[in-house]
């Protein structure tokens, strides 16, 4: 494999392409609405091209799709891929949910000791 192809996979890869904060901020954007490329750009301060690959990276990982409306494209959240994660990550949430729970069982008995 070449290192081009390396990065390409890499790049793919759905927890690679979370990773990075702009990206979460990206998805967290188009939670609520689609929107162009123009004006998911407009709320960063990073370049146009820039965003773009941010763009490029989440649609190439299935987190976004893309629907055409004449010349614009519009980006909105892939639901059955981010369910996946949602799916993945639950099981990692509910076990430090219960040792917050212990831990916080821990802390009351200390407390309430004289």
Known sequence: MQTNDYAVKL???VFQAIADPTRRAILLLLASQSMTAGAIASNFDSSRPTVSKHLQILTECDLLMQQ???REVVYHLNPNKMKAIADFIEPFRQMWEERFNKLEAVMRKFK???
Do not use: A, S
């Open 68 to 70: 055409r409306n004449g």
């Open 11 to 13: 790049r793919r890869d």
């Open 112 to 114: 309430d000791q004289p």
